[in-house]
Each structure stands twice: as C-alpha cells, then as structure tokens.
Nanobody, 118 residues
Framework: VQLQASGGGLVQAGDSLRLACAAS????????TGWFRQAPGKEREFVAA????????VFADSVKGRFTISRDYAKNTVYLQMNSLKPEDTAMYYC????????????WGQGTLVTVSS
C-alpha cells in the first residue's frame, strides 16, 4: 500500500483543516488507518485511527471532540477533519495503515505539515 498525505497548511488558532490520506496499490478495506503527528523536538504521537471494516474510531485525548476521522471507500482515502485548532497541534502529520491490529503499522505516508499560529 502506498499512502499519500495532503491538506496541511498554515492556519490561525481556532481554524479548521482537513487532511487526506489517499491509498494506492491496495484497497484499504481490510486495514486500520491511523494518523500520527510529530512536533519539532518531540516524539511521534498517535492522533486518531479508523478500522475500515467496522468504522470504529479511536482518538488521542488531546484531540477528542475537535478531530474526526472518516473514510471514503470510493476514493480509497481517509480524512482527518481538524477543528478548533490550537498552536500545540502544530506538527508534521503522517498517515499509516496496518492489516493486523496487534502489530505495528506497516505502511506510512510522507507527512503533511500543519502549522497553527496563535
């Protein structure tokens, strides 16, 4: 699976952005697709994930109530809708996919930069 993340940009606090992760090579139907982020000088952290087959979603506490994750079967794409953005959301955002929920993510996209100014 090849993953292509897009949609990042520079926004002000309180604004919204929608990130997209388009997959090619295989359908994401059997996969769990997640979003991670890494801020400068910090470790990569989990943001959100969706299991395509069930629609079950999981979110980090820091984004609950502000971010949503959704999938589009026809476009083989997963979206991360980010609302009420905060400066602390500034990071490089990566999408990833894994077939086995008990194993690490197998496939990673190249990342898209989100910068939130105060």
């Amino acid at each position: 699976v090849q993953l292509q993340a897009s949609g990042g940009g520079l926004v002000q606090a309180g604004d919204s952005l929608r990130l997209a992760c388009a997959a090619s090579g295989r359908t994401l139907g059997p996969y769990t697709t997640g979003w991670f982020r890494q801020a400068p000088g910090k470790e990569r952290e989990f943001v959100a994930a969706v299991t395509w087959s069930t629609g079950v979603t999981v979110f980090a506490d820091s984004v609950k109530g502000r971010f949503t994750i959704s999938r589009d079967y026809a476009k083989n794409t997963v979206y991360l809708q980010m609302n009420s953005l905060k400066p602390e959301d500034t990071a490089m955002y990566y999408c990833a996919a894994r077939l086995n929920p008990s194993r690490p993510y197998d496939f990673w996209g190249q990342g898209t930069l989100v910068t939130v100014s105060s």
